[in-house]
């Protein structure tokens, strides 16, 4: 294993990560964590409270969470349009908890299974972490490449930056969880 995922043969995936990895890996769920949010409050856990419980009607101003929870509806070209900007807040205000429960729970999981490894260099996940793995993973890849100003056209030129531009360390991690989730999407489908 050389440090991309590789299929268990039974649906799930095992990656072999050292120290640093895993360290660097960990910080950018934990930065995600952060990112996303706390969930919400103030019910006291009230399962019952949550379940009513509504969301925002508005685009988050970060780009990299509007990225993250993007509007439903909409045409770009079009951005002031009242009957969709309407849609798309009514549709947010009944969506956006749970999906960012979801995305947090997902990094959670990328987290304790980080700190379960231990001593031990190769983790293994079941085929339903693998799922969440790849959520989490794309939620960091998306992140980065916002925060990067990647776009289709320059994607290339990421390869091709040289050691002295700031923007190094950021885009070796955005091309190695691109490496990550590919190798994790190739594990489970085979």
Known sequence: MAGLFESTGDGGAAIALDEVEASILRSLEVQMLE?????????????????????????????????????????????????????????RRYTELDLRARKRDDALQVVRALD?????????????ECLRWLGALNDLRLTLGVRLEVTEEDEQGLYELPDGDERKPLVMAYLWLGALQESLLEAITD
């Open 35 to 91: 990112l996303i949010g706390p969930g919400p409050g103030g019910d006291g856990g009230d399962p019952l409270a949550a379940l009513f419980a509504e969301g925002p009607t508005e685009a988050p101003a970060d780009p990299a969470l509007a990225r993250l929870f993007p509007d439903a509806y909409g045409d770009p070209a079009k951005p002031d349009d009242a009957e969709t900007v309407a849609a798309s807040g009514e549709f």
């Open 116 to 128: 379960g490894l231990g001593g031990a260099e190769v983790l293994k996940l079941a085929a339903p």
